[in-house]
């Protein structure tokens, strides 16, 4: 029974470098990912070649990545440049979560009303209010004649 359980690490920790996916490793060494985990959890030898198979697998895919990026992949070249060099090519900022703010107080119909007018109001007075005159034929030559504008009243 030792002997089949050791086969089958073997047969998981060989497809897990290849693949990188426990389920799909597991699944090629006939065993569930539950077994895969317990194994993982109980066994401190089995646990560090599932550390060194993984690596193995990152690695062989940033080789591989490595030569698309010299075979003129930019998106590839983009990939290794901002992984290995992030202070100089990667563009994202530090983000610091804050919690939510706080939610608005309720406010009555009347209130919401009366900001929705003053909203109103405001938004006509930034707009510069330009009258057209009514619609004429106007002949191409000559001069259309100047548009209305309003005077501001305060």
Not at 33 to 50: H, L, M, N, S
Not at 58 to 76: G, M, N, P, Q, S
Not at 135 to 145: C, G, L, S, T, Y
């Amino acid at each position: 029974m030792r002997q089949i359980m050791t086969k089958q690490k073997r047969l998981f920790l060989a497809a897990l470098r290849k693949c990188l996916g426990v389920a799909p490793a597991a699944d090629a060494a006939g065993i569930s990912r539950a077994t895969a985990y317990r194994w993982r959890a109980r066994d401190t030898a089995f646990a560090k070649d599932w550390d060194n198979a993984i690596e193995a697998a990152l690695d062989d895919l940033e080789t591989a990545l490595h030569e698309r990026a010299k075979a003129k992949d930019t998106l590839a070249a983009i990939c290794i440049l901002r992984n290995r060099r992030r202070p100089i090519y990667n563009d994202s900022q530090r983000l610091e979560l804050l919690p939510p703010p706080p939610a608005p107080a309720p406010h009555s119909e009347r209130a919401i009303a009366s900001l929705a007018v003053c909203l109103a109001m405001l938004e006509s007075a930034l707009r510069p209010a330009i009258v057209l005159p009514e619609a004429q034929i106007i002949d191409a030559d000559v001069e259309p004649p100047p548009l209305a504008i309003p005077a501001k009243t305060s």
